[in-house]
């Protein structure tokens, strides 16, 4: 457990909070201090996020009514959730169920989120908002929303930021306080209930070393360790022992030795300097009546590290790094995996599930957050409008891993389990295991990616019938899973649950991986094959099986392979293609329906630029983006519109502009210049991506998908990477593999848990 620094500024929670040393206040630091540092690259040792070629970590987060952000180590922001006023920041009001950036924030230290609306304090210390602004609290001398980030006029010297529902406040250096927003009861804290567009001073605070929100409601910590609230007092959230809204800030009564504030909704909490934690306010969907107009105990605690208030939550981590929540749990705010509904009475602190060495939390209106030590986000509660960051809109009662923050470099989908090679050079398999195809050690299944055991410095996977192999960055080639064909290419036919090294590959620049055969392109131009060769797939002449690999015969210069289900293929310098292997439905396509043991040419094929191999079809891209297809036609895989089986590559009318393909089983992908995808062929798992289950046999856009910048496929499924690092999948989920945790077939794309 890494414990927070006494008096940095606060990340805080649903209505956040800011706090710093009375001493860098008032002290030596006259300016802020902006550090610079080398940024890490990109490779092993990374364990964080891939941002610009350097590796990233969040380092703080911020949750919002119905959004959620994080600040990453290079000063920039990512936002997710509701984005109907522009509180995502990304110059959109359309929602996002995944971590997108913030335009134009590049050097921010602190952010706050409020109810539909967020801030960043940069390191000049000025500061800038966006989202819902009607009430002014954006501070730009306007009353309007703003889907991007715009300057809070006037404000130069902030060291610390906390917002409300509507409104938002500022530490300043030097120890005082300025509002701005909504003031109908008096949470400016300027002796009015006049609302403000601009940034306010709060008069009669001095010594200020924390400043938080809650939902109406505003409250600062002293440097003498007490505190003064104002605004609303519903419940009795100010703790002066009243009901009473103050419009200037008023103590709380009995309250000393405070190192730390929260708010959020109508309740306030502090964290005492022996570990404690005393609340007041109105919590849940019941009051505490008096009791609750002054600082009370929390029961039920121990040593507090840190207390974050949501709408009608609040959750404490412990110095341990494990975290207690109590309060409303209409939909699972307390992570405990269950949520009671609406009407149902306020909770005692609970543990949180599953939850070990976090370092922060932020409290939402009814969803939190937490970052633990390694840098990964867990978020629960509320879904509605994607505000966990899992890619989708549904309650989670306990913590989920947040999406879209995990950085994949390259995909392989293989017949029931798919693979992802990552920024660090390790990679991910999940999904069927029977056969020790993900290469952990074991053949348990996995609904969520695990780690291939033992693997760094990877450059490529391929991941085939049920095995999986990797090119290694020195040329060398590991494989594991199925082996009674001989795949993982060790000389043996015993299957292998983790990576076993291929025999006598040292120097490969490209693998593929059939269905029951593997091979191998060289830095000579040779290629190389093992496994099954029933049918000559392996291309040495015989139909002998090779457990280690062996030289295809009459192959020089090639530039590309493509393993398909009982074929291979192999791309030359000069454009042409050569195939070998089944032929019963033209795949080689050399006019015939011939099976061949060696290499034959492509008839007509004089540009080609890139292969694809599905199981008994073959497709190749020209190089001004048309692309030719041949074989089997039966479920509309070869998208001329029919079902009818072509010998020879025939063009696929009505598309262009295409770079790059991608062949499952019986339908087949391409990714467009503008970073959109079509795909064509066989639907009965939803491979296609439409939405629908029905066979596609011409070109289809897969909607909703953007920014892809890799496509893969592979039996019933299909993947493609993001250009934010992220990972979508649809189709066949059998054993898992489309890897969102879930089991379920999907007919439309979704993000890939990390």
């Given at each position: 457990?890494?414990?927070?620094?006494?008096r940095?500024?606060?990340?805080?929670?649903?209505?956040?909070?800011?706090?710093?040393?009375?001493?860098i206040?008032?002290?030596a630091?006259a300016?802020?201090?902006?550090?610079?540092?080398?940024p890490?690259?990109?490779?092993?040792?990374?364990?964080?996020?891939?941002l610009?070629?350097?590796?990233?970590?969040?380092?703080?987060?911020?949750?919002?009514?119905?959004?959620?952000?994080?600040?990453?180590?290079?000063?920039?922001?990512?936002?997710?959730?509701?984005?109907?006023?522009?509180?995502?920041?990304?110059?959109?009001t359309?929602?996002?169920?995944?971590?997108t950036?913030?335009?134009?924030?590049?050097?921010?230290?602190?952010?706050?989120?409020?109810g539909?609306?967020?801030?960043?304090?940069l390191?000049?210390?000025?500061?800038?908002?966006?989202?819902w602004?009607?009430?002014?609290?954006?501070?730009?001398?306007?009353?309007?929303?703003?889907?991007g980030?715009?300057?809070v006029r006037?404000?130069?010297?902030?060291?610390?930021?906390?917002?409300?529902?509507i409104?938002?406040?500022?530490?300043?250096?030097?120890?005082?306080?300025?509002?701005?927003?909504?003031?109908?009861?008096?949470?400016?804290?300027?002796?009015?209930?006049?609302?403000r567009?601009?940034?306010?001073?709060?008069?009669?605070?001095?010594r200020?070393?924390?400043?938080?929100?809650?939902?109406?409601?505003?409250?600062?910590?002293?440097?003498?360790?007490?505190?003064?609230?104002?605004?609303?007092?519903?419940g009795?959230?100010?703790?002066d022992?009243?009901r009473?809204?103050r419009?200037?800030?008023?103590?709380?009564?009995?309250?000393?030795?405070v190192?730390?504030?929260?708010?959020?909704?109508?309740?306030?909490?502090?964290?005492?300097?022996?570990?404690?934690a005393?609340?007041?306010?109105?919590?849940?969907e019941?009051?505490?009546?008096?009791?609750?107009?002054?600082p009370?105990?929390?029961?039920?605690?121990?040593?507090?590290?840190?207390?974050e208030?949501g709408?009608?939550h609040?959750?404490?981590?412990?110095?341990?790094?494990?975290?207690?929540?109590?309060?409303?749990n209409?939909?699972?705010?307390?992570?405990?995996?269950?949520?009671?509904g609406?009407?149902?009475?306020s909770?005692?602190p609970g543990?949180v599930?599953?939850l070990?060495?976090?370092?922060?939390?932020?409290?939402?209106?009814?969803?939190?957050?937490?970052?633990?030590?390694?840098?990964?986000?867990?978020?629960?509660?509320n879904?509605s409008?994607?505000?966990?960051?899992?890619g989708t809109?549904?309650?989670?009662?306990?913590?989920t891993?947040?999406?879209?923050?995990?950085?994949v470099a390259?995909?392989?989908p293989?017949?029931?389990h798919?693979?992802?090679?990552?920024?660090d050079?390790?990679?991910?398999?999940?999904?069927?295991n029977?056969?020790?195809?993900?290469?952990?050690g074991?053949?348990?299944?996995?609904?969520?990616?695990?780690a291939?055991?033992?693997?760094?410095?990877?450059?490529?996977?391929a991941?085939?019938?049920d095995?999986?192999?990797?090119?290694?960055a020195?040329?060398?080639?590991?494989?594991?899973?199925?082996n009674?064909?001989?795949?993982?290419?060790?000389?043996?036919?015993t299957?292998?649950?983790?990576?076993?090294?291929?025999?006598?590959?040292?120097?490969?620049v490209?693998?593929?991986?059939?269905?029951?055969?593997?091979?191998?392109?060289?830095?000579d131009?040779?290629?190389?094959?093992?496994?099954?060769?029933?049918?000559g797939?392996?291309?040495?002449?015989?139909?002998?099986?090779?457990p280690?690999?062996?030289?295809?015969?009459?192959?020089?210069?090639?530039v590309?392979?493509?393993?398909?289900?009982?074929?291979?293929?192999?791309?030359?310098?000069?454009?042409?293609?050569?195939?070998?292997?089944?032929?019963n439905n033209?795949?080689?396509g050399?006019?015939?329906?011939?099976d061949?043991?060696?290499?034959v040419?492509?008839?007509?094929?004089?540009?080609?630029?890139?292969l694809?191999?599905?199981?008994?079809?073959?497709?190749?891209?020209?190089?001004?983006?048309?692309?030719?297809?041949?074989?089997?036609?039966?479920?509309?895989?070869?998208g001329?519109?029919?079902?009818?089986?072509?010998?020879?590559?025939?063009?696929?009318?009505?598309?262009?502009?295409v770079?790059?393909?991608a062949?499952?089983m019986?339908?087949?992908?391409?990714?467009?210049t503008?970073?959109t995808?079509?795909?064509?062929?066989?639907?009965?798992?939803?491979?296609v991506?439409?939405?629908?289950?029905?066979?596609?046999?011409?070109?289809?856009?897969?909607?909703g998908?953007?920014?892809?910048?890799?496509?893969?496929?592979?039996?019933?499924?299909?993947?493609?990477r993001?250009?934010?690092?992220?990972?979508?999948?649809?189709?066949?989920?059998?054993?898992?593999k489309?890897?969102?945790?879930?089991?379920?077939?999907r007919?439309?794309?979704v993000?890939?848990?990390?």
């Amino acid at each position: 457990m890494v414990s927070r620094r006494a008096r940095r500024p606060s990340p805080h929670p649903g209505w956040l909070l800011a706090g710093l040393l009375w001493g860098i206040l008032t002290g030596a630091c006259a300016t802020n201090v902006s550090t610079t540092r080398a940024p890490r690259p990109c490779g092993a040792g990374c364990s964080g996020v891939c941002l610009a070629d350097a590796c990233e970590t969040v380092t703080q987060i911020a949750a919002g009514g119905d959004h959620t952000c994080a600040l990453f180590s290079n000063g920039s922001v990512r936002c997710w959730g509701a984005n109907d006023v522009g509180q995502v920041g990304d110059g959109t009001t359309a929602l996002r169920l995944t971590p997108t950036a913030v335009r134009g924030i590049t050097d921010a230290v602190e952010i706050t989120a409020g109810g539909s609306h967020t801030c960043a304090r940069l390191t000049d210390g000025t500061v800038r908002c966006w989202g819902w602004g009607v009430y002014g609290q954006l501070g730009d001398l306007d009353a309007a929303s703003r889907p991007g980030p715009v300057a809070v006029r006037g404000l130069f010297d902030a060291v610390g930021l906390a917002a409300g529902s509507i409104h938002t406040c500022a530490l300043i250096r030097g120890g005082t306080v300025r509002c701005w927003g909504s003031n109908e009861d008096g949470r400016l804290g300027d002796g009015t209930t006049t609302s403000r567009s601009f940034a306010l001073t709060v008069p009669g605070l001095s010594r200020v070393v924390q400043v938080v929100a809650g939902s109406s409601h505003t409250c600062a910590r002293l440097a003498d360790g007490t505190a003064r609230c104002w605004g609303a007092s519903i419940g009795g959230a100010i703790g002066d022992g009243t009901r009473n809204d103050r419009s200037v800030p008023t103590a709380v009564v009995g309250l000393s030795g405070v190192v730390d504030l929260s708010a959020g909704g109508a309740y306030t909490c502090a964290r005492l300097t022996d570990g404690t934690a005393r609340c007041w306010g109105h919590i849940g969907e019941v009051s505490f009546g008096t009791e609750g107009y002054l600082p009370n105990p929390v029961d039920g605690l121990g040593a507090v590290a840190d207390v974050e208030v949501g709408g009608g939550h609040a959750c404490a981590l412990l110095a341990e790094g494990t975290v207690r929540c109590w309060g409303s749990n209409r939909v699972g705010e307390l992570g405990n995996g269950t949520s009671t509904g609406f009407g149902a009475s306020s909770h005692p602190p609970g543990t949180v599930v599953g939850l070990a060495d976090v370092v922060e939390l932020s409290a939402g209106d009814s969803h939190t957050c937490a970052r633990l030590a390694g840098g990964a986000l867990r978020c629960w509660g509320n879904d509605s409008f994607g505000q966990i960051g899992d890619g989708t809109s549904a309650r989670r009662v306990s913590p989920t891993a947040v999406t879209g923050l995990a950085d994949v470099a390259g995909l392989a989908p293989g017949f029931r389990h798919t693979c992802a090679r990552l920024v660090d050079g390790t990679a991910r398999c999940w999904g069927l295991n029977f056969f020790g195809q993900l290469g952990d050690g074991t053949t348990a299944d996995r609904l969520d990616p695990v780690a291939v055991r033992g693997l760094g410095s990877v450059a490529q996977l391929a991941a085939g019938g049920d095995y999986t192999c990797a090119r290694l960055a020195d040329g060398a080639v590991r494989c594991w899973g199925h082996n009674s064909g001989g795949a993982v290419g060790d000389g043996t036919t015993t299957d292998r649950p983790a990576p076993t090294a291929v025999v006598g590959l040292d120097d490969a620049v490209e693998i593929s991986a059939g269905v029951g055969q593997a091979c191998a392109r060289l830095a000579d131009g040779t290629v190389r094959c093992w496994g099954y060769n029933a049918v000559g797939q392996v291309g040495d002449g015989t139909t002998i099986q090779r457990p280690t690999p062996v030289a295809v015969v009459g192959i020089a210069g090639a530039v590309e392979v493509a393993a398909g289900g009982s074929h291979t293929c192999a791309r030359l310098a000069d454009g042409t293609a050569r195939c070998w292997g089944y032929n019963n439905n033209g795949e080689l396509g050399d006019g015939t329906a011939i099976d061949r043991l060696v290499p034959v040419v492509v008839t007509g094929l004089a540009d080609a630029v890139e292969l694809a191999a599905g199981d008994s079809h073959t497709c190749a891209r020209s190089r001004e983006g048309s692309v030719r297809c041949w074989g089997s036609n039966r479920y509309g895989q070869l998208g001329d519109g029919t079902v009818d089986g072509a010998l020879e590559p025939a063009v696929l009318p009505g598309l262009a502009d295409v770079v790059e393909l991608a062949a499952g089983m019986i339908h087949t992908c391409a990714r467009v210049t503008d970073g959109t995808v079509r795909c064509w062929g066989s639907n009965d798992y939803g491979q296609v991506g439409d939405g629908t289950v029905t066979d596609r046999p011409v070109p289809t856009a897969v909607p909703g998908l953007a920014g892809v910048v890799e496509i893969a496929a592979s039996g019933f499924q299909t993947c493609a990477r993001l250009a934010d690092g992220t990972a979508r999948c649809w189709g066949s989920d059998v054993y898992g593999k489309v890897g969102d945790g879930v089991g379920a077939a999907r007919t439309t794309h979704v993000v890939v848990t990390f």
